[in-house]
């Protein structure tokens, strides 16, 4: 039988390792090396506590994979402040670290580690295997129609750290799948998408009541202001969707599951870091 997968968002973790210390941890030569240790941590801890017998594998977003969607709104994502440096350099260790410890990771060209993440998704599924999906993204949350796939935050106290299908409605009051019709009318302040302005989640998931999409919104439910911002709202709705047909190649799940991840000081030792 084939091994469930644990996905991770790199960039997410990356910046958790590096944000999320109380103190920074320096080298022998007082060299800042918070984050690949961060980063190495917190993946062996998430593996012995969630993911044992997982097949483990971390995607990055490429370097101008966001091009795409900025295209369709120039605002997106361009709230975000630039990177610290420090963190940019981290990320180079970052995946000398994951390849000493066996870990595969991928950064597609062209493409945000989303869509490559949800590619991953669909092609194990259809391999009949189990996903958790590592990240604090909440647009992950249009692929869990699958009771097969969960959501996975570690930051989270232990009985809040997975989201499944199940808990959707209830939270949201939209199917899975009608993600990116609610992120498209009420906004998502993370990716700079604006939303209709004045419509928050209640309005929205009336509005989407039943199952519906966009397109079957009737008319007389929707105020003047509105309609003159629908297409602008159905663009912010492709920008939400995630593509689940990234061109990757064949060898990323073929591995069985992942061996005991190293200690992250083990690590840094092994590749001179410290």
Not at 34 to 61: C, M, N, P, W, Y
Not at 129 to 136: A, G, L, Q, Y
Not at 143 to 153: A, K
């Amino acid at each position: 039988m084939t091994a469930p997968l644990l996905l991770v968002d790199g960039h997410y973790l990356l910046h958790r390792a590096w944000f999320g210390f109380a103190s920074r941890i320096t080298n022998r030569d007082d060299i800042d090396r918070t984050g690949v240790f961060g980063f190495t941590a917190l993946l062996r801890k998430a593996q012995l506590q969630h993911a044992s017998g997982f097949e483990i594998f971390v995607v990055f977003d490429a370097e101008h994979g966001s091009q795409g969607r900025a295209g369709l709104d120039s605002d997106y994502k361009a709230q975000r402040p630039a990177a610290e440096p420090g963190l940019i350099e981290s990320l180079s260790l970052v995946k000398n670290a994951l390849d000493h410890s066996g870990v595969r990771w991928v950064e597609q060209d062209g493409c945000e580690a989303d869509d490559v993440i949800a590619t991953l998704t669909v092609r194990a599924r259809a391999e009949g295997r189990p996903v958790d999906i590592m990240t604090t993204d909440k647009d992950f949350i249009q692929l869990l129609g699958d009771p097969n796939v969960r959501l996975l935050n570690t930051g989270l106290a232990q009985a809040h750290r997975y989201t499944t299908g199940d808990h959707v409605h209830p939270r949201y009051g939209v199917r899975p799948e009608q993600w990116p019709d609610l992120r498209a009318l009420m906004g998502d302040p993370a990716d700079n998408i604006a939303g209709i302005r004045g419509v928050g989640l209640r309005t929205a998931s009336r509005l989407l009541t039943g199952g519906r999409q966009l397109e079957s919104i009737p008319r007389d439910e929707l105020r003047s202001a509105w309609t003159d911002v629908w297409p602008q709202v159905m663009r912010w709705r492709e920008m939400v969707r995630l593509d689940t047909k990234v061109h990757l190649p064949n060898g990323p799940l073929t591995a069985e599951s992942a061996a005991p991840l190293p200690r992250a000081a083990d690590v840094l030792e092994e590749l001179s870091l410290w």
